[in-house]
C-alpha cells in the first residue's frame, strides 16, 4: 500500500449500499424514481427498480468466467488492452508506476463471487499480469444470486463489478482491487445512501483504499428534500479527510434523468454523488482508436454523457473562474471526461485508476483532487490535458450542453494523457 495506507481484515459491519450498472450506446439508461418531496412507496418492488446497461446484462448472462471475459471488449465497444495506448500508460508502467502498492475500491451491490476467475481470464487474454483481488462485505453477508428471494437483477450485478473491476485492472494493473459488495440491490433516491454511507466511512477509518470509485448516482431531483440529501455530504468529506480520492459516474440520461418510477423528468437534471462538492464527476467520451490503440481523430463528447448544472451545490471555490466563462450558476459536472461508450460508470473506474498511479508516485493518498485538477486544467496539453470540443448531450427532448473549446460544462477540462496529467497532478497538489 501506499505510505499511510493500511489494509484491515477485520469484521465488516454496515448494512445496506447502492451502486450503479454502467450504460452504453446501446443501453437502457439509469433509472429514477418518484418525485422530489413524494411520500415513499409502501411496495418497492414495484414501485422502484434497477435499470441496466446492456453491457452489465451480457455479461450477467454469461456464468462461465471465461467467456464473459471474452465478451469483455465487446461490451465496453473497446479493445481493453488498447486503452492503456489510448491513455498513455506506459511511460508511467517504464518507470515502475503501475498501481503497485495502492487499492483501488469498488462499491457495489452482490458483487461477483467469481470475480477472481473472471479477472483472471480477462488478464490472460489481455495480455495483463494476474490481479489481485478482494470481496469485502461490510454489510454483512451477501447472497449467492441462487440464492432464494434473491432479485433476478443480481446477475447484472454482476456484470457490472467485472466491468469496474477490469477497467481497474487495465490502467493501474498491480492495484489491489476490492469488490465492496452489498447484500441489498439498489434503487434510486435516498434508499441504500444512508448504509452505502457506512461503508465509505469503513473504507475511510480502516484507509482501506487510495481511491473509490463510484459506478452509481441518482438525479438529485430523486431525494425527498435537499437535507435528506446534504446529509450524505459528510461522509464523502470523511473520506477524502483520510486521503481517499472518490470519483462517481455523470450520468447516462445526458441533459436530463429519470424519477423512481422510471418515467423521465422531462427538464435538466444532475447525477448525485457526482454532483457533491467532494467527489470529481466523470464524464464519456467516445474514442476512435486505430487497432494498436492510437487516436484516430479527437475524442467526442458521447451522447448520453450525464451533465450539467446542479440546483443543491452552488459555485465551489475551484470552479469560480471556469464559471466565468460558462455562466453556471451552481456546481457544473463533469470536471473530466474518459472513455464511456459503455455508459460513465466506465469513465469512473478509468479515471479512478489515473488518480490511483498519481496516488502511487506520491507515496500516499491524494484525497480530494478537484482544486488542483482546476489550478492544472488551464495547462492544456502540456499538463496532460486533452480537449473535448465536439458533442452535445441532449436527450429525450430535453436541450442539452455542447462540448467546445477550454472547459465546458459538458465534458469539464475534456480527456487526458496520463503521462503527462500524473505528474502535474502532483505539482498543482498543495
Not at 91 to 96: C, E, H, Q, R, V
Not at 380 to 386: D, K, L
Request: glycine share 12%.
Amino acid at each position: 500500500m501506499s505510505a499511510g495506507f493500511s489494509r484491515d481484515r477485520g469484521p465488516h459491519r454496515v448494512r445496506r449500499a447502492l451502486a450503479l450498472a454502467a450504460g452504453t450506446a446501446v443501453a437502457v439508461a439509469l433509472c429514477g424514481a418518484g418525485t422530489a418531496g413524494a411520500a415513499p412507496s409502501g411496495d418497492h418492488a414495484s414501485a422502484k427498480h434497477h435499470s441496466f446497461s446492456e453491457a452489465a446484462k451480457l455479461l450477467g448472462a454469461t456464468k462461465n468466467a471465461d467467456e464473459r471475459a471474452a465478451l469483455t471488449d465487446r461490451a465496453i465497444a473497446a479493445a481493453g488492452n488498447n486503452l492503456q495506448t489510448a491513455y498513455h500508460t506506459k511511460p508511467l508502467y517504464d518507470k515502475g508506476i503501475d498501481g503497485t502498492g495502492t487499492a483501488l475500491a469498488t462499491i457495489v451491490s452482490y458483487g461477483d463471487k467469481n470475480i477472481k476467475a473472471y479477472i483472471d481470464s480477462y488478464s490472460r487474454s489481455h495480455g495483463l499480469p494476474p490481479a489481485d483481488v478482494e470481496i469485502l462485505e461490510p454489510a454483512g453477508p451477501v447472497p449467492s444470486c441462487d440464492d432464494p428471494g434473491v432479485p433476478a437483477d443480481c446477475a447484472s450485478w454482476g456484470g457490472e463489478t467485472d466491468l469496474d473491476v477490469a477497467m481497474f485492472h487495465t490502467l493501474a494493473p498491480k492495484a489491489k482491487i476490492l469488490v465492496v459488495a452489498t447484500p441489498t440491490s439498489e434503487t434510486q433516491g435516498i434508499d441504500g445512501f444512508p448504509d452505502m454511507m457506512k461503508a465509505i466511512d469503513y473504507l475511510a477509518d480502516h484507509k482501506s483504499a487510495n481511491v473509490i470509485s463510484m459506478s452509481l448516482g441518482t438525479p438529485e431531483d430523486d431525494f425527498d428534500s435537499s437535507q435528506q440529501l446534504h446529509d450524505l455530504d459528510a461522509h464523502f468529506k470523511k473520506a477524502t479527510d483520510a486521503g481517499i480520492t472518490i470519483t462517481a459516474s455523470s450520468g447516462d440520461d445526458g441533459s436530463t434523468g429519470k424519477k423512481k418510477d422510471g418515467s423521465a423528468w422531462g427538464k435538466q437534471v444532475v447525477s448525485f454523488p457526482a454532483a457533491s462538492s467532494y467527489v470529481t464527476a466523470v464524464g464519456g467520451t467516445v474514442l476512435h482508436l486505430n487497432p494498436d490503440g492510437t487516436r484516430t481523430r479527437p475524442d467526442d463528447l458521447w451522447s448520453r454523457s450525464g451533465g450539467g448544472v446542479s440546483h443543491e451545490y452552488g459555485v465551489p471555490d475551484w470552479q469560480k473562474e471556469v464559471g466565468k466563462v460558462t455562466k453556471a450558476k451552481g456546481r457544473s459536472l463533469p470536471d473530466i471526461s474518459l472513455l464511456g461508450t459503455s455508459g460513465t460508470s466506465q469513465s469512473s473506474p478509468l479515471f479512478a485508476a489515473v488518480v490511483d498511479l498519481a496516488s502511487q508516485q506520491a507515496g500516499k493518498g491524494l484525497g480530494f483532487i478537484n482544486p488542483a485538477l482546476y489550478r492544472l486544467g488551464s495547462g492544456g496539453t502540456a499538463s496532460g490535458i486533452v480537449d473535448v470540443t465536439s458533442g452535445n448531450n441532449a436527450y429525450n427532448g430535453v436541450p442539452g450542453f455542447s462540448a467546445g473549446k477550454g472547459f465546458d460544462i459538458v465534458s469539464g477540462w475534456g480527456t487526458v494523457d496520463a503521462a503527462k496529467f500524473v505528474p502535474a497532478l502532483l505539482k498543482h497538489l498543495r
